[in-house]
T-cell receptor, first 114, second 114 residues
Framework: DQQVKQNSPSLSVQEGRISILNCDYTNSMFDYFLWYKKYPAEGPTFLISISSIKDKNEDGRFTVFLNKSAKHLSLHIVPSQPGDSAVYFCAARAGGTSYGKLTFGQGTILTVHP | DGGITQSPKYLFRKEGQNVTLSCEQNLNHDAMYWYRQDPGQGLRLIYYSQIVNDFQKGDIAEGYSVSREKKESFPLTVTSAQKNPTAFYLC?????????????FGQGTRLTVV
């Protein structure tokens, strides 16, 4: 079963506008969430994370929002730049015995047009 | 400078052969992981290790084996029992004991069965 889902395979936005990438999860044990950016044939690079005790975390142009009741998180990129074009993965981690183990979504391809 | 090194970047294997993918880290991280990425899919966990001489199966461990004899090294063997081994393999590491920390990834190894 897919415990972390990114239902939009792709997203296209204009440079300077906002990009919103969404992620849904089903496992109530998840308590830490991360966003990674990935270029083809490279490893993912960490972007931003959020703990389940928060509902928002901001780092420069990147903001992650967490809605625990809806089991939903989103990544906002403002303003979007052409260099942001990549695949974005949402990941989640459960506490307890599976500590450290990440579960990834399928990814969303973001294309930012100049 | 610190990081995770995966080698080789590209690997070709004949059907029925075992092959070992290398992963070395100099970040002094306790935990290491192996993920597999297939086209259009997210990363799926194969094996992970929280400490030396200990490792656990992930979601898709069948046909794979690992060892963790040194903190810095976590090699993955793709055996002939793995029915569909062609994929992009990613190694990662993290500080196992910290509650909120990201995993760092290597650049990946593309394995192709010919």
């Amino acid at each position: 079963d897919q415990q972390v889902k990114q239902n939009s395979p792709s997203l296209s936005v204009q440079e300077g506008r906002i990009s919103i990438l969404n992620c849904d999860y089903t496992n109530s044990m998840f308590d830490y969430f991360l966003w990674y950016k990935k270029y083809p044939a490279e490893g993912p690079t960490f972007l931003i994370s959020i703990s389940s005790i928060k509902d928002k975390n901001e780092d420069g142009r990147f903001t992650v929002f967490l809605n625990k009741s809806a089991k939903h998180l989103s990544l906002h990129i403002v303003p979007s730049q052409p260099g942001d074009s990549a695949v974005y993965f949402c990941a989640a981690r459960a506490g307890g015995t599976s500590y450290g183990k990440l579960t990834f979504g399928q990814g969303t391809i973001l294309t930012v047009h100049p | 400078d610190g990081g995770i090194t995966q080698s080789p970047k590209y690997l070709f294997r004949k059907e029925g052969q075992n092959v070992t993918l290398s992963c070395e880290q100099n970040l002094n991280h306790d935990a290491m992981y192996w993920y597999r990425q297939d086209p259009g899919q997210g990363l799926r966990l194969i094996y992970y290790s929280q400490i030396v001489n200990d490792f656990q199966k992930g979601d898709i461990a069948e046909g794979y084996s690992v060892s963790r004899e040194k903190k810095e090294s976590f090699p993955l063997t793709v055996t002939s029992a793995q029915k569909n081994p062609t994929a992009f393999y990613l190694c990662a590491s993290s500080i196992a004991v910290s509650a909120n920390t990201e995993a760092f990834f290597g650049q990946g190894t593309r394995l192709t069965v010919v």
